[in-house]
């Protein structure tokens, strides 16, 4: 088995990390192979959200500190690794959603913010970490986090690196929702199936509506909604969910 495991079913493309004994830390093999499968894998038509998760007690760790020990480590080199998989979330017009149990930690947690949706078990423990190996946040935490937190929070948060319960991480906005433990199986499955029976265009669009308004003035949105509203009004699921709303019945979308 490999250190990034893939299963597509019903419309989900789950990617687990698959490192359990070391808490999923993140290796130079793991991130390419992550940046393989959202610029290859996630775009197909047969895909139409992501869950990313984390085998065996946690999420992810962090960076595998061990693997360049002893090493001359470039990390402007090293960096390219996560900006290609940081990018491939971003640039993915799919829901892409992280199920967090147990820890999320440094780059860990990184790649969890740069997730669409954050689902997290109530066990979830939440720290960014760098700064106590003297370093600063990376790969797009310093994007991620003070537009989901605001600065002041995010200031704090990245100098003092508390551990944050699920709970405190909910009442920040870190995640979206906490479950209890034992339903986090049935939660993520059911929101994964959910998002997988959406209208996947429109999904897209939105994705691409809120991430250009966060450099964007509100004139620029205004005509930028118009743009892509005339794009989702040409799909082929704007015409079902219409058609439902007339027939007073569910959409059946189709993706399309």
């Known amino acids: 088995m490999g250190v990034l495991l893939r299963e597509l079913k019903d419309g989900v493309l789950t990617l687990t990390l698959n490192r359990p004994e070391a808490i999923n830390a993140l290796t130079t093999e793991m991130l390419r192979e992550l940046g393989r499968a959202f610029a290859k894998e996630a775009p197909a038509p047969e895909v139409r959200v992501v869950v990313l998760r984390g085998a065996g007690r946690g999420f992810c760790s962090g960076q595998d500190l061990r693997e360049f020990e002893g090493q001359s480590l470039s ?5 390219r690794n996560y900006r290609s998989v940081v990018e491939g979330i971003a640039a993915l017009e799919k829901p892409v959603l992280a199920a967090i149990h147990g820890a999320a930690a440094g780059a860990g947690l990184s790649l969890a913010l740069a997730c669409d949706l954050r689902v997290a078990a109530a066990d979830a423990l939440f720290t960014t970490g760098f700064s106590k ?26 100098v003092l690196s508390p551990r944050l319960k699920a709970e405190e991480a909910l009442a920040l906005g870190l995640v979206n929702r906490v479950v209890p ?13 959910e998002l997988a ?14 991430r250009h308004s966060a450099g964007a003035t509100l004139e620029e949105v205004l ?7 005339e794009v989702a009004g040409r799909t082929q699921d704007h015409k079902e969910g219409v058609q439902a709303f007339y027939e007073k019945r569910p959409a059946r979308f189709q993706g399309r």
């Open 75 to 79: 990390y402007k080199g090293h960096l």
């Open 133 to 158: 190996i003297g370093l600063i946040p990376d790969a797009g935490m310093n994007y991620y986090l003070p537009r989901l937190v605001g600065y002041a929070r995010a200031y704090e948060l990245a």
């Open 181 to 193: 433990v034992e339903a986090f199986e049935q939660e993520v499955a059911r929101l994964a199936a």
């Open 197 to 210: 029976q959406g209208p996947t265009k429109t999904y897209g669009l939105i994705k691409r509506a809120l």
């Open 223 to 229: 005509e930028y909604e118009a743009l892509l509203q």
